[in-house]
Nanobody
Framework: QVQLVESGGGLVQAGGSLTLSCVAS????????MGWYRQAPGKQRELVAT???????NYADAVKGRFTISRDNAKNTVYLQMNSLKPEDTAVYYC???????????????WGQGTLVTVSS
């Protein structure tokens, strides 16, 4: 009934930039906090950044000053601008969002399918 679809991943050289997008669609009445996580091969999924509906942001130390999270509430979309990319940023990037089915019910946290970002040295 609801889904998140990421796009924008790809191959980039170290020092380059990429912008990821994630769109929420389906039957819901509101989207609260949205975020980006990543999972590198052989590692656990980790937080990259989150943003509340009001625009408050939180970043992992590893990406502070290089990545910027933003959102367009009218489009139910969250973005991740990634600059000065490093090989260690290589991972599958997932977005998540807290979606409400109605004003009294919630889907909880919904995840996208992920998009691969590969940074070559």
């Amino acid at each position: 009934q609801v889904q998140l679809v990421e796009s924008g991943g790809g191959l980039v050289q170290a020092g380059g930039s990429l912008t990821l997008s994630c769109v929420a669609s389906g039957r819901f009445v509101s989207v609260s906090t949205m975020g980006w996580y990543r999972q590198a091969p052989g590692k656990q999924r980790e937080l990259v950044a989150t943003i509340t509906a009001g625009g408050s942001t939180n970043y992992a130390d590893a990406v502070k000053g290089r990545f910027t999270i933003s959102r367009d509430n009218a489009k139910n979309t969250v973005y991740l601008q990634m600059n000065s990319l490093k090989p260690e940023d290589t991972a599958v990037y997932y977005c998540d969002a807290d979606l409400r089915r109605s004003w009294t019910d919630t889907y909880g946290t919904v995840w996208g399918q992920g998009t691969l970002v590969t940074v070559s040295s």
